[in-house]
């Protein structure tokens, strides 16, 4: 895994269905180091405080891998950072990468704290209100991390998993646990995530009360 690019945005404002609101996932490349701390990533706006940013949403990545298969649904090419994601990372597999796993980048230390549920800002991010519906059941979410030890990350570092979480519950398996009725395993998978200190609370809250999406 290698970082193509490093992404950030200033809020600003967007319209969805007539109404305006604040909005940081328009993030656009940027050439120098990128410093990531405890409450996130330096120069970047989340504008909806409740929904996004804190500790267990630090930063998010996201695999360049996939963009070719949004290319081809949604009918146009998007350049890095089209996902809102702070990090375009090749090589990164959900399948392959567990909550609670530790990714070296740079001089930081990331643990990855949970998938990513996607929102209406998607959909206005790539001009295509299904965007939210589409993403969800792709099961390919990137990843969500909290940040263990500050420091800066830089386009084309290699990005190394330094710990494995002895869960080993993917951010794949449990985004298709949590929304997929049929997926194998899904009781097995969802229990084994609720004992997972590392996953966020949100997660762990869902998991607690969950319920099929309709």
Same mark, same amino acid.
């Given at each position: ?5 490093? *992404? ?10 007539? %109404?305006?609101?604040? #909005? ?6 940027? #050439?120098?180091?990128? #410093?990531?701390?405890? *409450? ?6 989340? $504008?909806?405080?409740?929904n996004h940013g804190g500790v267990d949403k630090a930063a998010y990545g996201f695999a360049s891998d996939h963009y070719p298969h949004w290319s081809k649904v949604l009918g146009r090419d998007f350049t890095p950072g089209a996902f809102g994601e702070n990090l375009t990372v090749s090589g990164l597999q959900e399948p392959e990468l567990h909550i609670g796993d ?10 990855? $704290?949970?998938?990513? *549920? ?10 295509? %209100? ?7 059941? +792709? ?38 646990? +949590?929304?997929?009725? *049929? ?14 200190? %590392? ?10 009360? +969950?319920?099929?999406?309709?």
């Amino acid at each position: 895994m290698h970082i193509i690019s490093i *992404n950030i945005s200033p809020g600003r404002e967007a319209e969805y269905q007539g %109404e305006p609101v604040r #909005t940081g996932i328009f993030k656009q490349p940027i #050439t120098g180091p990128l #410093t990531v701390h405890a *409450n996130g990533c330096e120069g970047d706006e989340q $504008s909806d405080l409740v929904n996004h940013g804190g500790v267990d949403k630090a930063a998010y990545g996201f695999a360049s891998d996939h963009y070719p298969h949004w290319s081809k649904v949604l009918g146009r090419d998007f350049t890095p950072g089209a996902f809102g994601e702070n990090l375009t990372v090749s090589g990164l597999q959900e399948p392959e990468l567990h909550i609670g796993d530790r990714l070296r980048i740079g001089s930081a230390l990331l643990e990855i $704290s949970q998938p990513r *549920n996607p929102c209406f800002k998607l959909g206005i991010a790539l001009g295509d %209100e299904r965007a939210p519906a589409l993403f969800t059941r +792709y099961f390919h979410t990137g990843v969500y991390f909290r940040v263990i030890e500050p420091g800066e990350i830089r386009k084309a570092d290699e990005v190394l998993v330094e710990y494995r979480h002895p869960a080993q519950v993917s951010v794949h398996s449990l985004f298709r646990a +949590y929304h997929d009725r *049929n997926s194998e395993g899904r009781e097995q998978v969802l229990a084994a995530a609720a004992g997972i200190q %590392e996953l966020a609370a949100e997660w762990r809250d869902k998991i607690a009360h +969950y319920r099929q999406p309709d």
